[in-house]
C-alpha cells in the first residue's frame, strides 16, 4: 500500500535525480569552454610577463596612453592600464622581423656566427643542438607530418594498437633490420597525451593503414577510445556504444 509519504518521497528523489542529470550536463557543456578560456587567458599572461620586461617602460601601453593624455606619473589623474596581450602581439611582430632577417644573407651570417661561439660552449652546445632539433622538428615548414593512421600489433600479437605512419625507414635501420620486405617509421603514442610515446620499425606487411584522419585518430586516443570518427558524417564523433550516423 502506497502511503502520501511514500509518494512524497519519490517525487523528491525523482526531483533530485533530475536536479543532479541536469547539473552534470550543464558540467560537460561549461568545463570544457571555461578550461580552454583559462588556459588561453594563462597563456597570454605567461607571455606578457615573459615579453614586456624587455620592451623599455616609455613604450608600455600604460605609458604611451597617459603620455598622450598629458597626465604626469604620481599624480592623482594617473590612470593605471593593464591590457593583456599586448606581449603576444609583440612577441608575434618580433618572430617575423627575426624570420625575415634571418633569411636574408645578412641574417644568415649572423646566426652562423653566434651558432659558432655557441658550439665552443660544452654545455651550451648540447642544450642549444637539442632545443633546435625539437624546435625545427615542430615548427620547420619543410618538415613532413604524419602521413596516416594505422592499426599495428602491439605490445604482443592479438592486441591492436593506433599509431601514425611517418615515412619508410632508411639508412642503417632498413639496411639492418632483420625483416622481410620495406620498414615504416611507426609513431606510437600513449594515452591520454598523444605528443608522447614510442618509435617503431614495423614491416609493411604489418601494418594496417586506416581510413580515419590522423585528427581522427587523435581524438580517438585522448579520449581512450571513447569517441569514435563518424564514418557517414565525419564532423560528427560518435560517442562509444552509439550508432554511427544516430
Known sequence: MTTPFDEDHHKRRSMFAGLRASFFTGLIVIA???????????????????VMPFVPNNYHPEQLINRWLGRTRGTEDWIGVNIRGVGVFVFFFFTIFVGWLAKGLLGRSLIRYAEGLLERVPVVRSIYNGVKQIAETIFAQSERSFEKACLIEYPRKGIWAIGFVSIAAKGEIAAKADADGDMMSIFLPTTPNPTSGFLLFVPRADVIELDMTVEDAAKLVISAGLVYPNPKDPSKQVQNGAKNGG
Request: hydrophobic content about 70%; aromatic content about 32%; proline content about 5%.
Open 32 to 50: 570544457p569552454v571555461a578550461f580552454t578560456i583559462w588556459l588561453l587567458w594563462s597563456f597570454i599572461g605567461w607571455v606578457d610577463g615573459f
